[in-house]
């Protein structure tokens, strides 16, 4: 007889094609004039159908008796395509577009009625024994690579940012400058004029416009540092109370320490107004300065502050010159000699003192 697929000669009594391993016909079968049915839902199928067109079930006889219940049950029909009149007509030399290829021949001893599915159980012994992975799974790809990858193109991105910006070879002002000439050269008339902000020269100014702005700006830093240089001399002069209470309390102590820690407080004003006059003798106003008789009114408070509180500090000086052997009691003469001799300049800077701290306080002022 001749094979219904392939149009080669097969047995008169063969039920599978030796050639294309295509389903002729099952001794047990109803014959090819009789009718069809498949298993699944019922639908007739010519007896050259290896599928039911409908559900997709492989026709009878084509999945063997041991095989097909289990293949069946786990979903694993076989995916056979459909023969047509022209396919089968054509053979195997006539395929066209869409038409499947032969089947090969199976190898020598192979059971044609068996099927292709692996047990599962070999595959995993398989994989166990190191005789290589499941050749049908695709393997992971391992995270350590991906994070490789992944810190490798983040250093890439990073210093090509860092060169743009941070420029550490200097290669990016030579290349504006080669820019920007090529387009002078290129387009001249779209050039705008440069300004001195671009070229970095310094713009013509008028002489008498920036005297006036450098004289507003540096009164504008003068007035912040006169009244803090006010408070301190203010603050100093408020500090007189301790000092006097210090004085009178242990000057004629026994204890130099004693003594010692008493004079703190009249020795540590006189650094601070040192300090104070100091920093205003060194500030520089510019001539016409709406702030330079402030400067002046500070400086002369700031005095008359330091004579009060340098009395008690010369005092301080003659006490703290006796040992624990030789008592200071032995010598309140000489030690008081110094409020006794500057008691006149004393009470003068006082009243000149209480006269003007009030008038004297820096204030904000328009120059004339």
Not at 4 to 9: G, N, R, V
Not at 67 to 84: H, I, M, V
Request: some cysteine; charged content about 25%; proline content about 10%.
């Amino acid at each position: 007889m001749i094979c219904p697929h392939c149009q080669k000669p097969i047995d008169d009594d063969a039920s599978l094609c030796p050639h294309c391993h295509g389903y002729v016909r099952d001794p047990a079968s109803p014959s090819p004039s009789e009718f069809v049915f498949c298993d699944g839902c019922g639908a007739r199928l010519s007896p050259h159908d290896r599928t039911c067109p409908k559900c997709g079930r492989p026709a009878p006889g084509i999945l063997s008796t041991r095989s097909s219940a289990p293949d069946l049950a786990a979903g694993k029909t076989a995916s056979f395509p459909r023969l047509t009149k022209r396919m089968i007509e054509q053979g195997p030399r006539g395929r066209g577009r869409g038409v499947p290829p032969a089947p090969q021949a199976p190898a020598p001893g192979a059971d044609p009625f068996a099927t292709n599915v692996l047990p599962a159980a070999d595959i995993a012994s398989a994989t166990a024994a190191g005789e290589g992975a499941d050749p049908y799974h695709r393997p992971r790809r391992r995270l350590g690579r991906r994070l490789a990858i992944g810190l490798v193109a983040a250093a890439l991105v990073g210093g090509g940012v860092y060169f743009a910006v941070a420029d550490p070879l200097g290669v990016m002002p030579g290349y504006l400058e080669s820019l920007r000439e090529s387009a002078s050269q290129m387009f001249p008339s779209r050039m705008a004029p440069e300004t001195p902000e671009q070229t970095g020269d310094e713009p013509a100014a008028d002489p008498e416009q920036s005297a006036e702005q450098d004289k507003a700006a540096t009164d504008a830093q003068a007035l912040p540092a006169l009244t803090a240089a006010y408070k301190r001399i203010v603050a100093q002069h408020d500090a007189l109370d301790t000092i006097i209470d210090d004085y009178n309390t242990v000057i004629f102590a026994s204890n130099r320490d004693q003594r010692a820690e008493g004079a703190a407080s009249a020795y540590g004003a006189r650094d601070v107004l040192d300090q104070t006059i100091e920093d205003l003798e060194a500030m520089e106003l510019p001539e016409g300065s709406a702030y330079t008789d402030e400067l002046a009114n500070l400086l002369e408070l700031a005095g008359w502050v330091r004579t009060r509180v340098d009395m008690y500090c010369a005092s301080w000086d003659i006490a703290l010159s006796y040992t624990e052997g030789d008592l200071p009691s032995r010598h309140q003469d000489e030690i008081l000699a110094p409020l006794r001799d500057r008691a006149a300049a004393d009470a003068e800077a006082r009243d000149n003192f209480f006269s003007h701290v009030a008038a004297f306080e820096p204030k904000p002022v328009t120059a004339a």
